[in-house]
């Protein structure tokens, strides 16, 4: 292949809104529009809204608003084992002085702590580090 000289590029076609993409979500392709890709994330990864006490964090969850009530809402995670490489995004959209305290499963920690706060107005994406056993904030 040395020295070998191109005589014409490939045609390539402009992608249209029938082009469709395949994510991997929960271990499950999914098929998507290039506008859904887009434009409609949320359908990608769908948004979960939680308002009761307590809350255990499900392997297909992705978005994550919190109503906590006015004692605060406690969301329990899910064995790193079980997801791993796992990314969530959670937001406590109180505005006042409510909390949300995330608890990892079992062993797993969240940096290092048993447990973590999110305050009000605030959000946080966590990752789930399958070699560490470890939730890590990103």
């Known amino acids: 292949m ?16 029938a082009d469709l993409l395949y994510v991997v979500q929960a271990g499950t392709s999914k098929q998507i529009s290039l506008t859904d890709l887009m434009f409609g994330l949320g359908k990608i990864c769908p948004s979960t809204t939680v308002s009761g006490l307590t809350y255990t964090v499900d392997p297909t969850d992705c978005l994550i608003y919190v109503d906590p009530p006015v004692a605060g809402a406690s ?5 790193i084992a079980s997801v791993p490489d ?17 608890v990892p499963d ?12 999110i305050y009000a107005t605030e959000s ?3 990752h789930a580090d399958s070699a560490t056993n470890v939730w890590y904030v990103i």
Request: aromatic share 2%.
């Open 2 to 17: 040395a020295d070998e000289k191109l005589t014409a590029l490939p045609l390539a076609t402009a992608p249209t809104l």
């Open 75 to 79: 969301l329990g995670l899910p064995s």
């Open 86 to 102: 796992r990314v969530y995004s959670i937001r406590n959209r109180d505005t006042g002085g409510r909390l949300v305290t995330l």
């Open 106 to 117: 079992g062993a797993d920690t969240i940096e290092g702590a048993a447990s973590l706060v």
């Open 124 to 126: 946080v994406c966590i």
